[in-house]
């Protein structure tokens, strides 16, 4: 199933076009790392632009973390559904107040999105389940450990399998499902949590993938998760070489995308097919 070298690929070749309409302490590096993988963004989201605008991208990708700007997420939205284009959403503390709590929901009954991408409390939440969230960060409680993998992948799968899409849930361990077949990557490292946007980034990504190849949002969004884990990797040595701090990591990280190769994909993922 090492497939996922193509998918990345397709990015380079293709250069997909990703709207995003994402929060502002972000959207440098969301622009930045759709670029390093070889696509082109577009950050508009006024909503006197957004249906116009979607009609030239190859996919778009809703972050919650512009809250202020949902009735953009659902133009824009409604006019890719119909267009056929993928749709990429980020609920970011997804369940953190009673107006995300309401918006996220909002969002979910008027938008159908090809791949979900949060973390652990911001996926339990959107399943109905409780979540323990502090700000945009996961919750000790809910990070995804061996102990309690099996749990966190049949609720991803159940979400998955309910609203028809694919859940992406990034942590220590990653698990990508849609709701019939499920992977999980051991990718990654721990100085990712320690820059503002590392997720962010991550959705543009898959955003960028899922532009790429939407016939198969499944293996673009395994695939963009597997290229930010390698990329984190290959960022962290840097980092532990050079004695240098997270503001160089981000640098390096994004630096790892732009010349990640299809041979760095394939021999440094570490993935398992999850049977639920």
């Known amino acids: 199933m090492n497939e996922f070298s193509n998918y990345l ?34 950050m508009s989201q006024d909503i006197r632009e957004v249906e116009e605008s979607v009609c030239n991208a190859d996919a778009l990708v809703c972050n919650m973390g512009a809250i202020d700007f ?63 969230g502090s700000g945009v960060d996961v919750s000790n409680a809910d990070v995804i450990t061996e102990n309690n993998l099996s ?44 820059i503002t946007g ?13 532009g790429a190849s939407p016939e198969n949002p499944f293996m673009a969004t395994v695939s963009a998760m597997a290229v930010m884990g390698i990329a984190g990797e290959l960022a962290e040595e840097k980092r532990l070489k050079n004695g240098t701090g997270n503001a160089s990591f981000r640098t390096d990280l994004i630096d790892a995308v732009f010349n990640m190769t299809e041979e760095q994909l394939r021999r440094g993922i570490r993935y398992e097919i999850y049977k639920r």
């Open 9 to 42: 690929r397709r990015v380079q070749e293709q250069a997909p076009l990703v709207q995003c309409i994402t929060n502002f302490v972000t959207v440098n590096d969301c622009a930045n790392i759709i670029l390093a993988s070889g696509g082109s963004p577009s």
């Open 70 to 132: 949902v009735d953009s997420m659902v133009l824009a939205g409604k006019k890719a559904n119909t267009m056929g284009k993928p749709v990429v959403l980020d609920p970011v503390a997804a369940g953190g107040t009673q107006l995300r709590r309401d918006l996220s929901k909002h969002l979910l009954e008027e938008v159908h999105f090809s791949a979900i991408r949060g973390n652990a409390s911001e996926i339990r939440f959107l399943a109905g389940q409780h979540a323990m």
């Open 151 to 194: 749990d966190a992948a049949d609720i991803a799968g159940s979400l998955a399998e309910k609203i028809k899409t694919v859940i992406a849930i990034s942590g220590a361990l990653d698990i990508i499902t849609d709701g019939t077949q499920t992977i999980v990557l051991r990718n990654g490292c721990a100085t990712m949590a320690r």
């Open 198 to 210: 590392s997720g962010c980034m991550l959705t543009s990504l898959v955003g960028a993938f899922c």
